[in-house]
């Protein structure tokens, strides 16, 4: 069973194939961030054109990558949701069209369902059930997994996810988009301790979120930052913060929940502070902990493909009519074939 993944939520298209037999037999992934750099952020319109211009070449890429041939695949699967609803429309219409021309059934995959399930394709696999930590651009949750669509959401952010909170402490710094991988690099030449940020909600029970404060904190240092070195310090300080508030969050998760398996997933777990301390929270607890490679930390095709397999595999399929949702919630998934036909806008 080979299934085509595209990935067109934001401002990466993704494209993959996953094989059921074989694993992953290709991947393309083209960034727009050099259009995005100059307006430090993801403008919507310039997201869908570059999606329109890239989406097609990038399925015939990987078909001719992998040698397979569009009547060996058993399905395909596109974001549906959420996202930027035009970037989700390119992705949705393209990859609904193909499996029509194609006769093989499509499925709308929600994209934290892909960035969940990620680390699934590595070697050695977690197994349900577990607890993850999902960490990207616009989502801050912790869920208990007991299967597919079996999510039970556990805390999440009230305001900001984490990655937006790097994404908008980066512009502060005056740093390039995005922001994450621009701060870790900055905080590794500032010195610990010389700033002190709040832990927000750490002295409250429970497992939401909030770093909106984090961010006003960190924009009054900011005032009177005048060198590099103090610069650094910041961006130093305010990784410990939102990484000590992360495996905090995790350590009181696990605690609830009793599993001995930890998922980190979405564009935040490529962070390298955060995997070291997990680390070593995995080891204080014993507890396993599974990332996701770097490469599919971020937005990548592979997550569609294989979660849409997933729910191909246990009989789902969709209508003619496609799926593109800018704003779906995780918790309203069911599991695959209790709504077999989930479209519309
Ligand atoms: O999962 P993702 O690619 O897209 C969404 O679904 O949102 O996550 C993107 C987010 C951005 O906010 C980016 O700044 C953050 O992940 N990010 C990182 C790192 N790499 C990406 N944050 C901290 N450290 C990183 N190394
Ligand atoms: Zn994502």
Redesign the pocket.
Same mark, same amino acid.
Not at 265 to 274: F, M, T, W
């Given at each position: 069973m080979i299934v085509l993944g595209i990935e067109t939520?934001?401002d990466?298209t993704g494209v993959a194939l996953y094989d059921a037999s074989r694993g992953l037999r290709a991947h393309q992934l083209s960034s727009q961030v050099e259009i995005h750099a100059e307006y430090g952020g993801v403008v919507p319109e310039l997201a869908s054109r570059d999606h329109i211009r890239k989406a097609l070449p990038l399925v015939i890429r990987v078909l001719e990558d992998a040698g397979i041939r569009p009547a060996d695949l058993a399905g395909v699967a596109y974001t549906a949701g959420p996202?930027l609803i035009g970037a989700l429309l390119v992705g949705a219409a393209l990859g609904r069209s193909l499996a029509y021309a194609w006769g093989v059934p499509a499925i709308g995959v929600h994209?934290?369902e892909g960035?969940l399930l990620s680390p699934m394709l590595e070697p050695d696999p977690p197994a349900f059930p577990f607890t993850a930590l999902l960490?990207? =651009? /616009?989502?801050t949750l912790l869920a208990d997994v007991r299967g597919i669509g079996d999510y039970r959401i556990l805390g999440e952010s009230l305001d900001d996810?984490?990655?937006?909170a790097?994404?908008k402490t980066?512009k502060l710094l005056g740093l390039g988009?995005?922001?994450?991988?621009?701060?870790?690099r900055l905080a590794e030449t500032g010195h610990p301790g010389r700033f002190t940020f709040p832990r927000p909600m750490l002295d409250r029970p429970g497992l939401d979120f909030s770093f909106s404060g984090l961010k006003t904190a960190v924009s009054l240092a900011i005032d009177t930052a005048r060198d590099e070195q103090t610069r650094a310090d910041i961006a130093r300080a305010f990784?410990e913060a939102?990484v000590d508030t992360l495996v905090a969050k995790c350590r009181r998760a696990l605690q609830q929940t009793g599993h001995d398996q930890l998922v980190v997933? =979405? /564009?935040?777990?490529?962070?390298?502070?955060?995997r070291d301390r997990l680390d070593r929270l995995s080891d204080e607890l014993r507890v396993r902990m599974y990332f996701p490679r770097p490469e599919f930390?971020?937005?990548n095709g592979a997550m569609i493909a294989y979660a849409g397999y997933r729910r191909l595999r246990a009989g789902e399929s969709e209508a003619l009519g496609f799926a593109a949702r800018p704003r779906w919630a995780i918790a309203d998934l069911t599991e695959p074939g209790v709504t077999p036909a989930r479209s519309g806008t």
């Open positions: 939520s934001c990466d996202g994209h934290m960035h960490v990207s =651009g /616009g989502h996810a984490a990655g937006e790097f994404d980066a988009y995005p922001g994450g991988p621009a701060i870790s990784e939102v997933a =979405g /564009g935040v777990s490529a962070n390298r502070r955060l930390c971020t937005d």
